[in-house]
């Protein structure tokens, strides 16, 4: 007969040596919510999921234009678990995609992690981590996640139904295309504003029909991370 403690009816508990409180790491805290009038659902979503991080949810500003860093670090925590520390116990060198982002940058393990996912291609991208996302380089992204690049690079084959499309980089009209048709980022009155800087609300809408494209490749047996 054996006789187990339990804490608030769990099982696995920690005692921190430091306060003296008892501790569930597996137990995860609500964190506070925020309001939006288009895309509260999927902000605070990706916010308790731990994707997008708010430190006060008074002042966040969910429309405000995020950077490419930023974007990186919520697509690479949206669409695996194994984002942490991926690289810390498995090299002695760690490897360096990019050169201005080494293993001491804050956003080496982003960045490092969007290239092993295929997000980020360090022979053809220039990376800017502090620039605005915009959202053609946000198409060029998503494509990229759902393994469609080759599809993407003929861009010949495709016709944009935007009025805007004299605007779209040449090289990125497959990308947009793809986007726009899976409906990952919909244009608006048939604009799709290629360089239009992405906000936290934007991108968290598309994130989330960026995640149904990946489940039903997953669940077909066509693709999975």
């Known amino acids: 007969l054996v006789y187990v403690p339990t804490v608030k009816g769990q099982d696995y508990y920690q005692i921190d040596a430091n306060s003296g409180q008892i501790i569930n790491q597996y137990e995860q805290l609500e964190k506070e919510k925020i309001t939006h009038p288009t895309a509260e659902r999927e902000l605070n979503y990706l916010i308790q999921?731990?994707?997008?991080?708010?430190?006060?949810?008074?002042?966040f500003n969910a429309d405000a234009p995020i950077t490419q860093g930023q974007a990186l670090n919520t697509i690479t925590k949206s669409i695996s678990y194994f984002y942490e520390d991926y690289y810390s116990y498995r090299q002695d060198q760690p490897p360096v995609s990019f050169e201005e982002i080494d293993a001491e940058h804050p956003y080496y393990k982003v960045v490092e992690n969007a290239t092993r996912l295929g997000i980020l291609?360090?022979?053809?991208?220039?990376?800017?981590?502090?620039?605005?996302?915009?959202?053609?380089?946000?198409?060029?992204?998503?494509?990229?996640?759902?393994?469609?690049?080759?599809?993407?690079?003929?861009r010949e084959i495709y016709q944009l139904p935007i009025k805007d499309v004299a605007d779209v980089d040449p090289d990125k009209i497959g990308y947009v295309a793809l986007s726009n048709v899976l409906g990952l980022q919909k244009s608006e009155q048939s604009m799709f504003l290629p360089k239009k800087e992405v906000t936290y609300a934007e991108l968290s809408k598309s994130i989330i029909q960026l995640a149904y494209e990946i489940a039903e490749k997953r669940n077909s047996g066509m693709y999975y991370y």
Do not use: C, M, S, Y
């Open 49 to 59: 999921a731990g994707a997008i991080e708010v430190k006060d949810a008074k002042t």
């Open 121 to 154: 291609n360090p022979n053809e991208d220039v990376l800017n981590i502090d620039q605005k996302v915009t959202n053609e380089q946000l198409a060029v992204w998503f494509v990229r996640t759902l393994g469609l690049e080759q599809a993407a690079k003929h």
